[in-house]
């Protein structure tokens, strides 16, 4: 990690990590019962973004700076972007290696669009063949992944996949879409990172339907 203070909170990589948790399969249902079952924050995949009524940003600096800008932003400041409150996790790693690296390989070409609809496109599908595509780096366990779908300036708002991931077998456990509204900030990468952090702020406020929803199946 980059910032070496945020191991103050989170420095449980694998001592707190079950042993039983690397051979057998995963449910949505245990971990949303169990607060205190231990996961790793995998960080912002922004490589199916789109962005749209951009016509000022440059894709290629956007791919190769801005997306893990944002991603070091939110790490940094995680008491204003607390992905780990809206998971309601004691137990929190983060690891950012594998997304960083594959943000890098966004393709600049594709990421700009004049449709409104490129922040609704995705569904669970496209979201499992992402996450079967994921390099895990040899963490096992429950995962944690961000998946930002599209970024409006026209509309204001992003959209944002919230995922729980089983690491062992590359499995989607669950995702919900969630949206965020655009809030204040100065130049890209605090601009979009506001509208993340609505999207966060909303995934916390529907936690408990997520829950409910997993644990009545």
Same mark, same amino acid.
């Given at each position: 990690m980059k910032n070496k203070y945020m191991l103050l909170r989170w420095s449980f990589l694998f001592l707190l990590t079950p042993s039983f948790m690397q051979g057998q399969n995963l449910s949505a249902k !245990?971990?949303?019962?169990?607060?205190?079952?231990?996961?790793? $924050?995998?960080?912002?995949?922004?490589?199916?973004?789109?962005l749209v009524g951009d016509n000022e940003s440059v894709s290629s600096v956007i791919t190769t700076t801005q997306f893990n800008g944002i991603?070091?932003?939110i790490v940094k400041e995680f008491k204003k $972007?607390? !992905?780990?409150?809206?998971?309601?996790?004691?137990?929190?790693?983060?690891?950012?290696k594998e997304v960083e690296a594959k943000n890098l390989k966004a393709d600049p070409d594709s990421l700009k669009s004049t449709n409104e609809n490129s922040l $609704?496109?995705?569904?669970?599908?496209?979201?499992s063949?992402?996450?079967?595509?994921?390099?895990?780096?040899?963490?096992?366990?429950?995962?944690?992944?961000?998946?930002?779908?599209?970024?409006?300036?026209?509309?204001?708002?992003?959209? !944002?996949?919230?995922t729980l991931i089983d690491m062992n077998s590359k499995k989607l456990l669950f995702t919900a879409r969630e949206q965020g509204k655009l809030g204040s900030g100065f130049g890209f990468r605090n601009y979009w990172a506001s509208a993340i952090k609505n999207a966060i702020k909303n995934a916390r406020d529907d936690y408990d339907k997520w829950q409910t929803g997993v644990v009545s199946k």
């Open positions: !245990v971990f949303f019962n169990t607060d205190s079952i231990p996961c790793t $924050y995998l960080g912002i995949d922004f490589t199916l973004a789109r991603n070091d932003l $972007y607390d !992905v780990q409150e809206a998971y309601r996790r004691i137990n929190w790693t983060v690891d950012l $609704y496109r995705l569904n669970d599908n496209d979201i063949q992402l996450v079967q595509n994921f390099n895990y780096g040899g963490h096992k366990g429950y995962g944690v992944l961000l998946i930002v779908e599209g970024m409006s300036k026209s509309a204001k708002i992003a959209t !944002v996949w919230f």
